[in-house]
């Protein structure tokens, strides 16, 4: 009995002593969730402190709203940068933009100044004098041929031809669009009166030329060039040839071609859009008085 007396004392005390062993089992098991669970809570809460960090302020860049990365910007940002997009409008360029006309060709300088015009990029207009289109008709061509326009400089170059009549000088661009077209098969309705439409041309003769729908293009920088060196061209054109609307009158002289590489490279560099007269466009000339340089 005693044995068994014993026996179930320790029995019982052994049961007491695993439930207080299971007990702290249970109680270990629980706080190591609460620390993982603890450490889950904590390691979210990082990832969303630093997510926000990234996507509210990395990337979006205030002095230069077109590099934000959209995948990371967010809605208010989206919305700051699209308004700013539209008061911003086209990408602005400098607004400055070079005629280059070329008078009393073709010749043989008109290659090479055809050469050094698409060497940067640009292009220009060719006022032709009716028996130079006939002596060169190759470079007739190849102007017709290039992005820059063929016009018309009369026959005779001659003011005491051109006014004999009101309508001697519409004539004599008349037998100059004959003879272009019979080389290319093209036409051209762009005109350079020799002097200029001004002070010579008289009212008859303007408006016979305008009723037969020529285009009379005259300038506003002068280079002189007929009459000066290379150096003192370009100088001309640092001087007086800057402007928002430059329309420069030159000539097919060696001179010119010589200073023309220069001359062309300085519009480039300072920004200019190389323009040649275009066959509908509104001509510029001295009495439209449309020729401002800026
Ligand atoms: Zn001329």
């Not at 290039?146 to 016009?151: D, H, L, P, R, Y």
């Not at 004599?172 to 080389?183: A, G, H, L, P, V």
């Not at 008859?204 to 020529?214: E, I, L, P, R, T």
């Not at 071609?257 to 040649?276: I, S």
């Amino acid at each position: 009995m005693t044995d068994n007396k014993e026996t179930k004392k320790s029995t019982s005390q052994s049961k007491k002593k695993s439930a207080a062993k299971a007990a702290k089992r249970r109680k270990k098991k629980q706080q190591q969730r609460i620390i993982i669970i603890g450490a889950v809570v904590l390691i979210v809460a990082v990832c969303a402190v630093l997510f926000n960090v990234l996507a509210g302020n990395k990337v979006y860049d205030k002095s230069n709203p077109r590099s934000a990365d959209l995948t990371t910007t967010t809605l208010t940002e989206m919305v700051e940068n699209t308004s700013k997009e539209a008061e911003k409008g086209p990408e602005k360029t400098s607004g400055k933009t070079v005629y280059i006309t070329i008078d009393d060709g073709p010749s043989k300088y008109t290659d090479q100044m055809l050469k050094i015009l698409e060497k940067y990029n640009a292009k220009a207009t060719f006022f032709m004098i009716n028996g130079n289109m006939k002596a060169y008709p190759q470079q007739v061509k190849n102007i017709a041929n290039s992005t820059s326009t063929a016009g018309f400089h009369s026959v005779t170059h001659d003011v005491k031809q051109l006014y004999k009549a009101p309508d001697a000088a519409k004539k004599e661009f008349d037998q100059c669009s004959k003879t272009y077209t019979d080389i290319t098969g093209k036409t051209s309705k762009v005109i350079r009166i020799p002097f200029g439409s001004k002070p010579y041309t008289t009212q008859a003769s303007y408006d016979n030329m305008v009723a037969a729908g020529y285009k009379i293009w005259d300038w506003n920088v002068d280079t002189n060039d007929w009459r000066g060196n290379a150096a003192q061209i370009m100088n001309v054109v640092k001087t007086y040839g800057n402007g928002h609307n430059v329309i420069i009158l030159m000539h097919e002289k060696p001179q010119t071609l010589e200073a023309f590489d220069a001359l062309v490279k300085y519009y480039a560099d300072n920004g200019y859009e190389f323009a040649a007269v275009g066959q509908n466009e509104k001509p510029k000339n001295f009495w439209l008085q449309n020729l401002s340089l800026n």
